[in-house]
Nanobody, 115 residues
């Protein structure tokens, strides 16, 4: 089992920055990939960024160059640094963990980009 708790969301003006955190606990050694997803009102949940066990990262085209996924050395916290935020980035952001057998999700944190 893996437990995930997101934090760091809030209201920010266009062009601003936020850093989301995902606290990871449980069977951390079994995690192959950590990722961030987001879901805007009335839309499907979309993948945003991922970091693999080996530290390789990938980003959705919509956030490439603006968002950065990272983790601490103990792999107990995963971050999403979001810069140059746009109103289209408004969504609930979810942290996820994938093991060989299961996907785990956090409860989500709201990010609102508005003036």
């Amino acid at each position: 089992q893996v437990q995930l708790v997101e934090s760091g969301g809030g209201l920010v003006q266009p062009g601003g920055s936020l850093r989301l955190s995902c606290a990871v606990s449980g069977s951390i050694a079994r995690i192959d990939v950590m990722a961030w997803y987001r879901q805007a009102p009335g839309k499907q949940r979309d993948w945003v960024a991922r970091i693999t066990r080996d530290g390789n990262t990938n980003y959705a085209d919509s956030v490439k160059g603006r968002f950065t996924i990272s983790r601490d050395n103990t792999k107990t916290t995963v971050y999403l640094q979001m810069n140059s935020l746009k109103p289209d980035d408004t969504a609930v952001y979810y942290c996820s963990a994938r093991t060989y057998s299961s996907d785990y999700w956090g409860q989500g944190t709201q990010v609102t980009v508005s003036s």
